[in-house]
């Protein structure tokens, strides 16, 4: 299952297998998840991240095979014209 959970004035993602009871961070930073979703496995999320200086970024979170570690990667970014 994941969620958003609000902790220390942030909202992050985070991963909670609910036979254990075990929670796992899937971001972890001075943000706010305002918006996400996910594939049915859970191995890919895209969510609607705001921070101080970026409002509504849109982000990749995936879980990397090697490591089993979320991966985070903007995808708004991309689409951003240069002046």
């Known amino acids: 299952m994941i969620v958003v959970a609000a902790e220390h004035g942030s909202a992050n ?7 254990s009871g075990k929670v796992d961070a899937m971001t972890d930073a001075q943000q706010a998840v305002m918006a996400y ?18 409002i ?4 990749i ?9 979320p991966q985070r990667r903007s995808v708004a970014r991309a689409f951003r014209t240069r002046e």
């Open 37 to 54: 979703s996910a594939t049915p496995d859970a191995s890919k999320i895209v969510a609607t991240i705001s921070t101080q200086t970026n």
């Open 13 to 19: 993602l985070k991963r909670v297998t609910v036979a």
């Open 56 to 59: 509504g970024d849109l982000a």
């Open 61 to 69: 979170v995936e879980r990397c095979p090697e490591t089993a570690a």
